[in-house]
């Protein structure tokens, strides 16, 4: 098999190399673009470039992408994350709002996908009784892939750190 130097996924390895080991980000972003003008409908090569526009702060570029990437594949659920966080940024709560209900129906018990959607409420919102035990029952439901007793009910909020990316984050403590 020969290396084919400007192929889309040779593109796409060299941007997450670029990214990732060489730290540079300008690069590879440089070779997404190309990747893309190749193959504007790969949903893949779109949220790749959306989540660097997004680490650059581009939120405009970043939702254009994360939506039409939810036109070509509905149930990617790492695009639905990356959604309900763009729109959070903005402030299109509900937006977000809608695409947790998707992301939720995609992985109801998944704690980080519980967790991202409840940021994505608004606080006086998440703050009411039924949204809250919406989001208690979504915590304790037992799920047979999960080792041991279910969660319990103590949820601790942390304070508001940084990823390594930048962007904000709220967090939660679950206790067994």
Same mark, same amino acid.
């Given at each position: 098999?020969?290396?084919? @130097?400007?192929?889309?996924?040779?593109?796409?390895?060299?941007?997450? &190399? *670029?990214?990732?080991? !060489?730290?540079?980000? /300008?690069?590879?972003?440089?070779?997404?673009?190309? !990747?893309?003008?190749?193959?504007?409908?790969?949903?893949?090569?779109?949220?790749?470039?959306?989540? /660097?526009?997004?680490?650059?702060?581009?939120?405009?570029?970043?939702?254009?992408?994360?939506?039409?990437?939810?036109?070509?594949?509905?149930?990617?659920?790492?695009?639905?994350?990356?959604? %309900? /966080?763009? &729109?959070? &940024?903005?402030?299109?709560?509900?937006?977000?709002?809608?695409?947790?209900?998707? *992301?939720?129906?995609?992985?109801?018990?998944?704690? #980080?996908? +519980?967790? #991202?959607?409840? +940021?994505?409420?608004?606080?006086?919102?998440?703050?009411?009784? %039924?949204?809250?035990?919406?989001?208690?029952?979504?915590?304790?439901? @037992?799920?047979?892939? *999960?080792?041991?007793?279910?969660?319990?009910?103590? %949820?601790?909020?942390?304070?508001?750190?940084?990823?390594?990316?930048?962007?904000?984050?709220?967090?939660?403590?679950?206790?067994?």
């Amino acid at each position: 098999m020969a290396l084919r @130097p400007n192929a889309v996924r040779t593109r796409r390895a060299r941007s997450t &190399y *670029l990214l990732n080991v !060489a730290g540079d980000e /300008q690069a590879a972003s440089a070779e997404i673009d190309l !990747a893309l003008r190749e193959s504007p409908n790969d949903a893949s090569l779109l949220s790749s470039s959306g989540s /660097q526009d997004m680490n650059r702060g581009d939120l405009g570029s970043a939702l254009t992408k994360f939506e039409r990437v939810r036109e070509l594949e509905p149930r990617i659920s790492g695009n639905l994350t990356s959604l %309900v /966080q763009a &729109y959070t &940024y903005v402030g299109r709560a509900a937006d977000a709002k809608a695409a947790g209900a998707t *992301l939720l129906t995609l992985r109801p018990l998944d704690t #980080q996908t +519980i967790q #991202q959607v409840a +940021i994505a409420l608004p606080s006086r919102q998440f703050r009411s009784k %039924v949204t809250l035990s919406v989001f208690m029952s979504r915590l304790t439901a @037992p799920a047979a892939n *999960l080792a041991g007793p279910p969660f319990s009910k103590t %949820v601790v909020p942390c304070s508001v750190s940084s990823s390594s990316m930048g962007w904000p984050r709220a967090c939660a403590r679950l206790s067994r």
